[in-house]
Nanobody
Framework: QVQVVESGGGLVRTGDSLRLSCVVF????????MAWFRQGSGNEREFVAA???????TFYGDSVKGRFTICRHNDSTLYLQMTNLTPDDTGVYYC???????????????????WGQGTQVTVSS
């Protein structure tokens, strides 16, 4: 039994900053690969950022490079620090977790076993 909980979403203006939090709760302590995806007006979820399980390796989607940063607080907590927000960043942000090792698959949402319910981020123009 693994639960993923996101928090920190809200309504902000263009150019503002926001920090999202993701915490993974399990019956026993464990380490996870963790990632953020988002879903805007389209039907598909877009890759935002990910951190590998066993290394400091991180990846970012092209649309957020230089603006968003992920920071692992511990083995089960991941922050998404967002700066210079624009209306295009509006959407539901989902956190995902997986116990697999490696980094070739981190951008693929289909590889993650555990998902949160999402937190809404709205950026006004």
């Amino acid at each position: 039994q693994v639960q993923v909980v996101e928090s920190g979403g809200g309504l902000v203006r263009t150019g503002d900053s926001l920090r999202l939090s993701c915490v993974v709760f399990g019956r026993t302590p464990d380490t996870y690969a963790m990632a953020w995806f988002r879903q805007g007006s389209g039907n598909e979820r877009e890759f935002v950022a990910a951190a590998a399980r066993s290394a400091a390796t991180t990846f970012y989607g092209d649309s957020v490079k230089g603006r968003f940063t992920i920071c692992r607080h511990n083995d089960s907590t991941l922050y998404l620090q967002m700066t210079n927000l624009t209306p295009d960043d509006t959407g539901v942000y989902y956190c995902a977790a997986e116990t697999l090792y490696g980094d070739r698959w981190l951008r693929d949402q289909g590889e993650y076993a555990y998902w949160g319910q999402g937190t809404q981020v709205t950026v006004s123009s």
